[in-house]
């Protein structure tokens, strides 16, 4: 538990990156042996892509840190709960555990969303999952963000 | 019809690339007013990278064309049924219409598992879906990469 708020805290300071300039603050991490092998924040405006969510980066960071795209045996801590891209994503690169913040009841997918029952089916597989890790930090940063938004 | 024949023909070309060198063989396209504004093949084990699908390179590159992540009005050409990944790229991107050739019984998200009414249940709208273009080239293609793999 010690482990999960350690690396949370450090996720939540690549989330203050994106907020820094300007994005929608999500960051995240994966973690291999306890040790950080990718990690990225939310890119999107930026980068004019789409798929630039914090996990993608991060996955793709770790892939190539490792040079496998096979992310067996590694965890991914995020922000706020994976949208159905990014849970698309994890199962392709075999991450085994999810650790997440916030949920996300719009566009959530471990949790506020069924994708669940229809992944495990095509994959006979699904992620263990620990959510409401430093909950309330990374939902207010979100929240703040869109309140400063719409003001 | 002809105009999906001629774009699915351009797929299958990028389908080419992959498969010459060693990946599995899937081509994506994405045209706007029938322009070509990016395009990508699976790159999987190229870039050590488990996003490297084709789709999601195409998308990246079309968003980076158009100098903006959002693809309103875009078609996107892919050989192969998408994966839930990338179904949930295609949702992030607004991508309006899916062209796909041949079915992925395995991994596919749009018909072949039922990704369709949870994606609908949480982006309120879906892509016009048309399937079966070049078809049996497209499947060929596939199957005659794994079959070579198997010997």
């Known amino acids: 538990m010690a482990d999960h708020l350690r690396f949370m805290g450090i996720a939540y300071q690549e989330a203050l990156k994106a907020l820094d300039e300007g994005e929608v603050p999500i960051g995240a991490l994966i973690v291999r042996d306890q040790q950080i092998i990718g990690r990225g924040y939310n890119r999107v405006e930026q980068l004019s892509d ?26 991914l801590y995020v922000t706020i709960e994976p ?7 994890i199962m392709q690169s075999r991450i085994e555990t999810i650790v997440y913040g916030a949920a996300d009841p719009r566009y959530g997918a471990i949790d506020s969303h069924s994708y669940r029952r229809e992944t495990e089916r095509t994959y ?27 003001k």
């Open 50 to 75: 789409a798929t630039a969510h914090a996990e993608i980066i991060a996955i793709s960071a770790a892939s190539n840190s490792s040079a496998s795209w096979r992310l067996n045996g590694c965890t």
């Open 83 to 89: 949208c159905a891209m990014c849970l698309g994503a």
């Open 124 to 150: 006979r597989r699904f992620p263990s999952v620990i959510a409401n890790i430093l909950n309330e930090d990374c939902s207010r940063l979100l929240t703040g963000f869109f309140a400063g938004l719409r």
